[in-house]
């Protein structure tokens, strides 16, 4: 494995070597030093073109937990800013020795382009581009899952989940499917019809407009936030009829099995897509979400440049 | 080639042999550590685990009191991770006390060029201030490439540097045995 672009790309073992590796990376954590010497000498750059507090920081803290040294690049206040293009940016980049660029792009695709325009010899993993892709996170979410369901064994073989809200433009809905597919686990995308993308149904999942008759059969829920952008857009009538139609409180929770856990990627809109009494529930696993979030992020940086780097290079 | 090579296997321990180094090296390390109140054991992935095992199994038979053993995964200390793929992490588990102020006996299985223990001691020093640290192996072959010795040595076995020791262990491999082959390559 040379880069991290999509969540389609891992097959089963490989997605399932990370999640053990973040296992142990996670037993690490708990010990008074958490610095590992493995990366040591390595300099991860974080390329964020777009804002995103919980995972540049979740980068950042995996990086600097395993020894590399971090570059923060935030497009805001950068050259890019005075018009330069990803292509300068990135043979900048490759001149200061960057060994893996983590790139967040607000262009679905921009992390590929960078893997194969033959611009950096470094890894590439995607954090996020567009409303395509966000694989760490559907790696993050496995290992909650893992974690959290059939006592902890890690089978997700047959894992029943429901992923809620704005699939349209989510790129976590998109790596989530694609992940639980490989692992065997069975998605249901629920969304009003507007915001589901177009070619839905070629996707490995199933798919529902009524979040009631989905969440009393499902063994994890996950609500997507529906971005304040988009209501002006006009893709439901008003916040409060979503909210009411798809939104996720105390009610509508009892509805789930005993055993299920609630998840949401992150910021979360508390009254939009989930109530305070969910956020704050026993069941909701948010917080460990963020947490877990960096032992995968150590995981996948330890296999991306922790060995040998192919021939050739 | 390979099967040629494969009846060069030449044994050197036997399960009976190796059963006797375990319990002499329980023996000599209460000995050495008057008593076993202090001891922590931890093996090295995965068979220095089970040789750890087996010792502080014998330990606690020889004093009558349990003996904590753990496991100290070593990957990502190596000296030689840029030198192959990435390798799949093993579990570490220090027992629940830790590790300060105690006597840790590193366990491993076959003691080469001292490269393992090396970062095993960098690895224990994340995890703690052992008073002292020991090293157990069942098999010293030679070769070392650091200034490290064992403590205890189930047997010292002369190889030539292009000779292989295999080690295999009930829990793992089914059966107790170490041979030692003169094939070239892995």
Redesign the interface.
Known sequence: MRHLLSAGDLDRDAAL?IL??AA??A??SD???K????LRGRTVVNLFFEDSTRTRISFELAAKR?SADVINFAAKGSSVSKGESLKDTALTLEAMGADAVVIRHWDSGAPYRLAHADWIGGSVVNAGDGTHEHPTQALLDAYTMRRHLRDGTGALEGVRVGIVGDILHSRVARSNVLLLQTLGAEVTLVAPPTLLPIGIEQWPCDVSYDIDAVLPNVDAVMMLRVQAERMQDAYFPTAREYSRLYGLDGERMRLLPEHAIVMHPGPMNRGMEISAEVADSARAVMVEQVANGVSVRMAVL???L????ELGE | MAAARAHDLRTVLTGDDIARATRRIAHEIVEKAKGASDLVLLGIPTRGVSLAQRIGLAISEIEGIEVPVGALDITLYRDDLRLQPPRALESTLIPAGGIDGRTVVLVDDVLFSGRTIRAALDALNDVGRPAAVRLAVLVDRGHRELPIRPDYVGKNIPTSGLEQVHVRLVETDGADSVEISSAREA
């Open positions: 070597l053990d590796t142990e990376m037993a690490l010990r008074s030093v610095k590992l010497p493995t395993l330890y296999l991306l922790g060995g040998a780097k």
